[in-house]
């Protein structure tokens, strides 16, 4: 089972394609990959940066930029999926229009 990020920030290390160590950022709601260096996810989860996918903290955790709703009693409510984003217009392969450089 994942991690979601309870906390505002936090870091931590992860494989990079080569299998090598590095320092990646996470926001709140966002997700450890399943590569995390297990201390490190052994230190957030003590601290509690961090919650188990499905419980209650890392249900309420809301990502970055989203407001938070709150139910009759207080109690925060898991965000609801907004609309799937719609396609550009734009061509394949078509270049975007200049602007002015003032």
Known sequence: MGFVVTAPYLTARVKDDFGSDVVREFYTGGVLPKDTHPDDVEKLVRKGMVAEQGSDDA???????????????????????????????????????AGNKD
């Open 59 to 97: 249900d309420a955790a809301v990502p970055v930029g989203q407001p938070v709703q709150f139910d009759q009693a207080g109690m925060p409510v898991a965000p609801k999926p907004g609309p799937p984003a719609k396609a550009s217009a734009a061509k394949p392969g078509a270049r975007p229009a």
